[in-house]
């Protein structure tokens, strides 16, 4: 058995394709900046209920590694990396999908992204992640309008502020086992904050599982309100910001399941019935690709009928085209609710 070998019985796409062929090929393989086959499969390789297993440690990887992350691409996005990756990220004009709020709590869109020579957060040095925090808080503070807001830093935060953060659904936590095994929790807390815009409507975490996750959220079912907000602050931020981005793969970030558009939009949702019939929920979701993730995020479980309903696919489609298919699929599953 090789130092390599991913669990038995581990369900994990990254244990499907890693054949000893391609391990064979990869095994020996280095980034510029040294990031090997050994340091992406960590996570894999530390927990066997992986549904993944696998992380880039920088642009590179991508390329170097890609005899294994390309299968791994193709059999999560469903698309295989045949044509270019295109952004549209232009506003919307949808009409409001529950405007009694007798379903939809609240709605949030995410995207990752990383900064261009720079390491990704699995594989930095602290002073690394420093510069990198400092070049983040100068495009912060040049945010404008209803987008301007603070920075909080997770060093300087004492326990009452971060309860507060967190109690508001602001903040993000150290990173869970699969994170911590990959290495992305190495120096936590420091160099870790949370920017919010005065209005806690758009958010900035800094080095979490991304150098940068942005998330336009509000407790409404207004997804074209919280995705034209993203519209205005992505492009400026990227006015100061270099993002790693490929004309194959999109955007680049740590996890494979997140390239492309590197974008989550989602609702928490209220389907008191369809909690007792969750096989025809699935269905649901499937049809129009869908994810269905706990409450409290990934991995977490469904409270008091709460489901956190998102895109799946992020490679292969656009930004446009995914918040199409949700709002069509959340329409198909109120009023599947409705029926029952
Ligand atoms: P990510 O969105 O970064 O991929 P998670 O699934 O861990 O990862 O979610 C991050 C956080 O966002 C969690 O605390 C989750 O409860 C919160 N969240 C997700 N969707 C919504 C939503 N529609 N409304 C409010 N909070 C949400
Ligand atoms: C895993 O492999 O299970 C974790 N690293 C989580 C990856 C899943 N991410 C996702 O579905 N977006």
């Known amino acids: 058995m090789t130092a390599l070998a991913l669990p038995e019985g581990s369900n994990s796409l990254v244990k499907k394709h890693l054949s000893r062929k391609i391990l064979t090929r990869l095994e020996h393989r280095k980034t510029d900046s040294g990031f090997t086959l050994a340091k992406a499969i960590r996570s894999g390789i530390k927990n066997p209920d992986s549904s993944i297993g696998i992380y880039a440690g920088d642009a590179q990887s991508y390329h170097t590694l ?13 698309f ?23 379903y939809i709590r609240s709605t949030r869109i995410r995207v990752a992204r990383n900064l261009k020579g720079f390491s990704f957060p699995c594989h930095m040095t602290l002073s690394q992640r420093k510069e990198l925090e400092q070049n983040i808080l100068v495009a912060l503070r040049g945010l404008k309008d209803d987008l301007k807001g603070k920075y909080v830093s997770f060093e300087q935060m004492d326990d009452t502020a971060f309860q507060r953060l967190k109690k508001e659904g602001l903040t993000f936590e150290k990173g869970d ?46 997804i074209s309100t919280v995705y034209n907000r993203l519209c205005r602050a992505l492009p400026a931020l990227n006015s100061r910001l270099d993002f790693a981005w490929d004309k194959t793969y999109g955007y680049l970030t740590s996890c494979p399941t997140n390239i492309g558009t590197a974008m989550r939009a ?32 990934e991995k977490t479980r469904v409270e008091n009928a709460i489901f ?12 446009f085209g995914i918040i199409q298919n949700l709002y069509k699929g959340l329409l198909a599953i109120i009023a599947a609710e409705k029926n029952l």
């Open 177 to 222: 086992r699969f994170q911590e095994a990959a290495g992305m929790n190495a120096d936590f807390p420091k160099c870790r904050g949370v920017f919010h815009s005065d209005n806690n409507q758009l958010l900035a975490w800094v080095n979490e599982e991304d150098h940068l996750r942005i998330i336009s959220l509000e407790k409404t079912s207004d």
């Open 66 to 78: 890609s005899p294994l992350l390309d299968p791994i691409i193709s059999e999560y996005h469903g």
């Open 80 to 102: 295989s990396k045949t044509c270019p990756h295109t952004s549209d990220i232009t506003p919307i004009a949808l009409p409001l999908i529950d405007p009694e709020g007798s």
């Open 266 to 297: 989602g609702v928490h949702i209220r389907l008191e019935r369809l909690a007792s019939k969750k096989n025809l929920l699935q269905v649901l979701a499937r049809r129009w690709n869908l994810q269905i993730r706990g409450t409290r995020g």
């Open 308 to 319: 956190d309903i998102s895109n799946r696919q992020r490679l292969g489609i656009s930004e």
